[in-house]
Structure formats: structure tokens, C-alpha cells
């Protein structure tokens, strides 16, 4: 089996401030995903990658930048915080995407601007 | 583009009962994979049944099954003999064959009573 690490668990951080999160998995697997997650709401992609070095836009990539320097690590950051995008950010990751297998979660980072 | 649609928000019944939640999907692929996944209480989402859209028979796993009508374009997820641990948001969620972006519905959020 393996895990996903999401870093921090939670993160506070003023309007307008650059903030990162951090995507850790021990799968093996060649895609990463980054969901945001509203109170209440369903799951929105921001951006995936299949593979090393590579980066896809989502449907909310506007106000976000993603990093995936090594296999097993793909980083999210918030360019600029606002007050309007609390919420929780999941990230996620499969073999492949072809659908042959399902898509494993991290267990969020829950953003708080103030 | 593609489009997943749970229009329950939320279902109660009692414990030891059948529940059934509705999805229906939008896509102009030929060819595509249909998921549901759980989130508990704690926020962790797990993969539950996969459905592929060539296959005619409905997918089981478990207490969980699959209700595949693929003329109406909808997957739904039938709970036999329901428990208290089964209380949780129900996502359904779809990906082409050969894609890499999990589309996921709002979510059907189920308490089973005592």
C-alpha cells in the first residue's frame, strides 16, 4: 500500500499572500491531481500532471501555479490569497489515466484567509 | 466537455435498508469510466466501484452495486443493507478512456439512522 502526505494540514495566510502547499506520495504513480474542495461542495480540478515535469490545467487554474519537480511530489501554490477561496484542497494520484485504476486522496489542506 | 449531475443533496434512511443514489453524465466520448467514491466525516475520500462503459453488466463490490443505464447516461449506486458507518457524501465521477481528468458530481450526502 502506500500514502499520500498533504503539508501543512491547515494554513492560515493573509489576503494577498503567496502561499504554497506540498503533495508527498509513495505510489508510484505517474499522475498527480490538485482538487479544491468548498464547504459543502464537490471536487474542482486546478491543475494535474502526468509525469514528471509536466503540468495540465484544471478548470480553476486561474490564481494558482503548480510544481511537479520529482515523480513523487507535486506542489500547489496560491498566488495570491483571497478571502473567497477558503476551502479545502485535496490532492490526489493514480497509476495512469486511463481509468484502469481509481484515484487516491490525500487528506487536505484546509486554507483559511484572513 | 464533460458533466456529472447528482441533483440529491441528501437521503436519509433507516439502518438495514436499500438506498439508491442517482448520477447522470454528460460526455461525447464513445468510451470512459464511471467511479464512486465516499467521504466520511473525517474528510478522507475513498474509491468504492468503478463502472466501464463498454461492459453491460452492472459492476458489485461488497454491499455496494451499480445500477448502469447507459442510454440515459446514468450511474446509479445502489447500498444494500445499509449501516450506521455507511453516513457519509457519496461523489460519482467520470473519465474518458485515455484521459487524465476525473470529473466529479457535487456529492449526495447519506445518514443512516439507528
Known amino acids: 500500500g502506500g500514502i499520500i502526505t498533504q503539508t501543512p494540514k491547515f494554513l492560515i495566510g493573509q489576503e494577498g499572500q503567496k502561499l504554497t502547499l506540498k503533495c508527498q506520495q509513495n505510489?508510484?504513480?505517474?499522475?498527480m491531481y490538485w482538487y479544491r474542495q468548498d464547504s459543502g461542495k464537490g471536487l474542482r480540478l486546478i491543475y494535474y500532471?502526468?509525469?514528471?515535469?509536466?503540468?495540465q490545467k484544471g478548470d480553476l487554474s486561474e490564481g494558482y501555479d503548480a510544481s511537479r519537480e520529482k515523480k513523487s511530489s507535486f506542489s500547489l501554490t496560491v498566488t495570491s490569497a483571497q478571502k473567497n477561496e477558503m476551502a479545502v484542497f485535496l490532492c490526489?494520484?493514480?497509476?495512469?489515466?486511463?481509468?484502469?485504476?481509481?484515484?487516491?486522496f490525500g487528506k487536505g489542506t484546509r486554507l483559511t484567509v484572513v | 466537455a464533460q458533466k456529472v449531475t447528482q441533483t440529491q443533496t441528501s437521503i436519509s434512511v433507516m439502518e438495514k435498508t436499500t438506498v439508491t443514489m442517482d448520477c447522470v453524465y454528460e460526455?461525447?466520448?464513445?468510451?470512459?469510466?464511471l467511479f464512486w467514491y465516499k467521504q466520511t466525516a473525517s474528510g478522507e475520500i475513498v474509491f468504492l466501484i468503478r463502472?466501464?462503459?463498454?461492459?453491460?453488466e452492472n459492476a458489485t463490490v461488497g454491499h455496494y452495486s451499480l445500477n448502469f443505464q447507459k442510454p440515459k447516461s446514468s450511474i446509479g449506486l445502489i447500498i444494500t443493507a445499509t449501516q450506521i458507518e455507511d453516513s457519509a457524501v457519496y461523489f460519482c465521477?467520470?473519465?474518458?478512456?485515455?484521459?487524465?481528468?476525473?470529473?466529479f458530481g457535487s456529492g449526495t450526502r447519506l445518514l443512516v439512522s439507528p
Open positions: 490526489a494520484s493514480s497509476i495512469e489515466g486511463t481509468g484502469c485504476t481509481e484515484v487516491f
Open positions: 505510489f508510484n504513480h505517474d499522475t
Open positions: 500532471s502526468i509525469t514528471e515535469n509536466d503540468l
Open positions: 460526455t461525447q466520448d464513445s468510451s470512459y469510466f
Open positions: 463502472q466501464d462503459s463498454y461492459k453491460k
Open positions: 465521477a467520470m473519465l474518458r478512456t485515455g484521459g487524465y481528468k476525473v470529473v
